[in-house]
T-cell receptor
Framework: AQSVTQLDSQVPVFEEAPVELRCNYS??????LFWYVQYPNQGLQLLLK??????LVESINGFEAEFNKSQTSFHLRKPSVHISDTAEYFC????????????FGSGTRLQVQP | NAGVTQTPKFRVLKTGQSMTLLCAQD?????MYWYRQDPGMGLRLIHY???????AKGEVPDGYNVSRLKKQNFLLGLESAAPSQTSVYFC????????????????FGPGTRLTVL
């Protein structure tokens, strides 16, 4: 079985400041890793994912995440946030083979203040 | 191409009533999932299906039933609603083929907000 821990339930940050949202996972098998974003009153949208290859993955809107196998982490970072980044962010994992669904963390609410 | 759609968007039920949530996808995906989202708990898997005519239990299946009679539709039923089932329900689908890792992405619907009084 897999589990995901997002230690920070809320992260307040000022506009244009850097931010890091932490994600740690546990799994007995190799996994794929995902970050999803949920804007207010909307469904989840895929932000970025790590499947294989380079451990640093980037999204089109400036977020990046680095897969660290030894620390079982997949932290999400952005060097300069905007008001429009205010949302809830979910880290998720899935075994890299088989039919399993995603296992989600409890989410981190990013609140960008002017 | 509408992606994943869910109906209804909102619903209020009284304890003991029944209802069915419909999920539809037009991407020819094999795999479909039902999750519930509760504050501070992320998304938890209720049931899933790996193809037409097949269903399986997820993490929190009690009180729910599902059916996948057509590949594009995945129905979630509540036979006797309870206040504990007040939640936001999300459907998701995935291509399901294992030929390439790039197909391993779940696409989510907009959600159904259910309140059980």
């Amino acid at each position: 079985a897999q589990s995901v821990t997002q230690l920070d339930s809320q992260v307040p940050v000022f506009e244009e400041a850097p931010v890091e949202l932490r994600c740690n996972y546990s799994s007995s098998v190799s996994v794929y890793l995902f970050w999803y974003v949920q804007y207010p009153n909307q469904g989840l949208q895929l932000l970025l994912k790590y499947l294989s290859g380079s451990t640093l993955v980037e999204s089109i809107n400036g977020f990046e995440a680095e897969f660290n196998k030894s620390q079982t982490s997949f932290h999400l970072r952005k060097p300069s946030v905007h008001i429009s980044d205010t949302a809830e962010y979910f880290c998720a994992v899935k075994p890299d083979t088989g039919r399993r669904a995603l296992t989600f963390g409890s989410g981190t609410r990013l609140q960008v203040q002017p | 191409n509408a992606g994943v759609t869910q109906t209804p968007k909102f619903r209020v039920l009284k304890t003991g009533q029944s209802m069915t949530l419909l999920c539809a996808q037009d991407m020819n995906h094999e795999y479909m999932y039902w999750y519930r989202q509760d504050p501070g708990m992320g998304l938890r898997l209720i049931h899933y299906s790996v193809g037409e005519g097949t269903t399986a239990k997820g993490e929190v299946p009690d009180g729910y039933n599902v059916s996948r009679l057509k590949k594009q539709n995945f129905l979630l039923g509540l036979e006797s609603a309870a206040p504990s089932q007040t939640s936001v329900y999300f459907c998701a689908s995935r291509l399901g083929l294992v030929t390439t890792s790039s197909t391993d992405t779940q696409y989510f619907g907009p959600g159904t907000r259910l309140t059980v009084l």
